[in-house]
């Protein structure tokens, strides 16, 4: 639905943004380093009307935070007057930051805007975001991504058993141990642990090359998993086609998509059975639903990575709806946390995408 027709205009007044670091209940052992905090960007956009959208971003860096948000204080000079519609604000901002690129940090500045942009619209409308996209908000089905890092077998098998809490029916294992002999150590501890109903997914975060991820995929497609994530370097494609093409076991990748086009190219490799773009790097909202159109041209299932609040709305709305990939890192700054029944994210009705900041929480964890 075009938000000129969806909501009462509104004016932008002013972009705010407030970095925290939170702690994560489960320790995030990946491949590529072990992630205990996460620095967020909390994103406000004030609007002449008095409505205010939220988003917020994933810094990965806490030092990456102020780079991003000195990014959005020049893309509020740039729009501070304008009309919230995310269609053509995009293409405003994107023509401003051309020469530097719309890359990076300022893509994932123009992202957060542009989520903050869609939930104020959604927010004056009085209507949940997924119905601004055309959906009613539902029950999504959901994985718990909480942990289940590199250690040893016996640890992650007792935190997947307490990943069940919620009724997941799925959680996903991280792997890239330095021998396939470790991770099929770790792939047995956590299954027999599970219940048979739970699916397993895992994630080796590019840290394998095309042959050993040969060696390995077809060692894991005896032990019954759901999906291998991006075993190899994520831009890839022909790698990952091959992989497609030469495994049972199906092929996930998509959080490093940056904005449709780099999903447009995958899919036309065939460099994947699934897809799961990232809401910082597709684009926002705006980035997500034409990634949504590209995935149901291709008859791909589309699934998200992080922002479970927001992305489940997205995914309410989009017609290739796979998993959502549950993360808890947000639930202590905002004042109503996306619920969890019997495995699904219940999308809120309430307006909006459902981001209020709980400030007690932000001052508290507020990076100075």
Not at 40 to 58: K, N, S
Not at 247 to 259: C, D, H, M, R, T
Not at 289 to 295: D, P
Not at 326 to 338: F, G, H, I, K, R
Request: charged share 20%; proline share 6%.
């Amino acid at each position: 639905m075009p938000p000129s027709s969806a909501a009462a205009p509104l004016t932008i007044r002013a972009v705010r943004a407030v970095g925290v670091e939170v702690p994560l209940r489960f320790a995030l052992g990946t491949s590529r380093g072990t992630i205990t905090r996460a620095p967020l960007l909390l994103i406000d956009l004030q609007t002449e009307e008095g409505v205010t959208g939220r988003a917020y971003l994933f810094c990965y860096l806490r030092e990456a935070a102020p780079a991003i948000a000195a990014i959005l204080e020049e893309v509020a000079r740039c729009v501070k007057g304008d009309r919230v519609a995310p269609l053509d604000l995009w293409a405003k901002l994107s023509a401003r930051f051309a020469l530097i690129g719309v890359q990076g940090i300022v893509r994932m500045a123009l992202a957060g805007f542009d989520v903050a942009a869609w939930d104020a619209l959604a927010i004056a409308a009085g209507r949940p975001l997924a119905a601004m996209l055309g959906a009613a908000p539902r029950r999504i089905p959901a994985y718990n991504s909480c942990g289940l890092g590199l250690m040893a077998p016996e640890a992650l098998a007792d935190e997947a058993e307490r990943l069940l809490a919620g009724g997941f029916r799925a959680v996903k294992l991280r792997l890239g141990y330095p021998t396939l002999r470790e991770d099929l150590a770790a792939v047995h501890a956590v299954r027999k642990r599970l219940p048979e109903h739970v699916a397993l997914m895992v994630d080796y975060n590019q840290a394998l090359d095309l042959p050993e991820a040969r060696a390995r995929g077809r060692a894991l497609d005896r032990e019954g998993l759901y999906w291998l994530e991006e075993p190899i370097r994520h831009d890839d494609y022909a790698g990952c086609a091959a992989l497609a093409r030469e495994l049972a076991l199906p092929v996930q990748i998509g959080e490093n998509f940056s904005e449709s086009a780099a999903m447009a190219g995958a899919l036309a490799a065939g460099a994947a059975d699934y897809v799961m773009p990232d809401l910082e790097r597709i684009g926002g909202v705006t980035g997500w639903q034409r990634a949504a159109s590209l995935a149901a041209a291709h008859r791909v299932p589309m699934s998200s990575h992080l922002f479970p609040e927001v992305s489940a709305h997205l995914l309410a709305a989009t017609p290739t709806c796979h998993w959502l990939e549950y993360v808890d890192w947000a639930d202590v700054l905002v004042e109503q946390p996306l619920r969890i029944e019997d495995g699904f994210a219940v999308v809120p009705d309430r307006p909006g995408n459902g981001l209020v900041w709980n400030e007690d929480a932000v001052a508290r964890y507020r990076l100075s």
